[in-house]
């Protein structure tokens, strides 16, 4: 394990634990001798998480959309940031750079892409773990919606198992760097 995506709100929230956390987390993956690529903002808790990986003497890989440059600011002190045309290719540059997947607090968005790539893994497309960090029980009710799901039978149950999920940063990098894939046929 390389390099990890982490995926997280250009907004810093209402709790100042989630900077507090994103700050952290960019601290641990350095600890870890783990790159970062993230989505090259400069604010809220994007910002936070390249800005602390960096302080620590780390790599980060910025990828931002050409119409999202000016409005989320794109980070110009980053080891490396490309500017591309499109979500879809911001979302799969950092896919392929990536051996592993973190979301922390974020809005729609930041849902949007930790699920794209968690269904990827779902579907056998990869075998790299996707990680939610439950700051304040954050993603608790995530968990909630898979046993919905499950319930009322639109995913397995072993699917769920395949969320990486811990509410302190060291033990989640931990459980990412341990993780071993298993693939679960969707269609048996």
């Not at 990890?4 to 709790?15: F, H, K, L, P």
């Not at 100042?16 to 690529?37: C, E, F, H, S, T």
């Not at 903002?41 to 003497?57: N, S």
């Not at 290719?89 to 949007?112: C, H, N, Q, V």
């Amino acid at each position: 394990m390389k390099t990890i995506a982490v995926y997280c709100g250009s907004s810093t929230g209402n709790d100042p634990i989630y900077m507090k956390q994103a700050r952290n987390l960019g601290k641990i993956l350095v600890d870890n001798r783990l790159n970062l690529v993230y989505g090259g903002a400069t604010v809220g808790c994007m910002g936070a998480v390249a800005d602390a990986v960096m302080e620590a003497g780390g790599k980060v890989i910025g990828v931002i959309p050409e119409k999202l440059k000016n409005v989320e600011i794109a980070h110009q002190q980053l080891s490396e940031l490309h500017v591309v045309n499109t979500m879809h290719e911001r979302k799969a540059l950092m896919a392929e750079y990536a051996d592993g997947f973190i979301a922390l607090p974020g809005g729609s968005g930041t849902l949007e892409e930790w699920f794209e790539v968690f269904t990827w893994a779902q579907l056998g497309y990869h075998n790299k773990p996707c990680a939610l960090l439950n700051i304040n029980n954050y993603y608790t009710p995530i968990l909630s919606l898979f046993d919905h799901m499950i319930e009322q039978g639109f995913i397995k149950s072993e699917y769920k198992d395949l969320i990486v999920m811990d509410n302190n940063s060291k033990e989640l990098v931990k459980k990412l760097k341990d993780y071993k894939s298993t693939y679960i046929h969707k269609w048996q």
